[in-house]
């Protein structure tokens, strides 16, 4: 069952905000490829994510408990006609490793945004073995695994994943890398 189609694409979409911060874009490009549900565990480097999505009408934002929750409302969207986003950290991850095999052999849509710890500035040294491993999980789960490091790279990025999940059916996960989220202060 494909969803329909959005009027503007999403690279448009990212070029006609230039002025916004890149979150800021990332959610335009999110609107523009047609996501009606979002899905997250609070997390900071979501933070700008999660509040454009909960206070846009027209989307519905589902707080997880646990990340897996995230894929398995994401498949009942698609069934549903609708396009989703699952926002986690690299942490949640290995939480819903298992979960990822669902779209991968039911082959529906998938689109994932990974914020990544345990790189660049990390103070947490228990968030550094998952943040080591969250390509390679996702890539041997059979995941295609996009990384931006840059706010412009990103807005980009996200734009491409999300054709290649809704348009070509792919299992996408976009990682935002460490540095470009900025040192947390505890």
Not at 30 to 46: C, E, F, N, R
Not at 124 to 149: C, D, F, H, Y
Request: aromatic share 6%.
């Amino acid at each position: 069952m494909q969803a329909k189609q959005p009027e503007t694409s999403s690279l448009e979409a990212a070029s006609a905000v230039p002025e916004k911060q890149w979150p800021d874009q990332v959610y335009e490009v999110l609107k523009a490829a047609g996501i009606s549900q979002m899905s997250y565990v609070p997390d900071a480097g979501h933070t700008t994510l999660i509040r454009r999505f909960s206070a846009d009408t027209e989307v519905v934002t589902n707080v997880l408990t646990t990340e897996e929750e995230g894929i398995a409302i994401a498949a009942g969207c698609w069934l549903g006609g609708k396009r989703s986003v699952v926002l986690m950290q690299s942490s949640g991850v290995g939480n819903c490793i298992n979960m990822l095999s669902l779209p991968v052999q039911a082959r529906f849509p998938l689109l994932i945004l990974v914020t990544m710890r345990g790189e660049w500035a990390e103070f947490n040294p228990w968030q550094v073995p998952m943040g080591q491993a969250t390509e390679a999980s996702l890539r041997a789960i059979g995941l295609k695994v996009l990384r931006a490091e840059t706010g412009d790279d990103l807005v980009e990025t996200v734009a491409q994943a999300a054709s290649m999940a809704f348009d070509a059916d792919q299992q996408i996960a976009v990682l935002i890398g460490q540095r470009l989220l900025g040192k947390k202060k505890w």
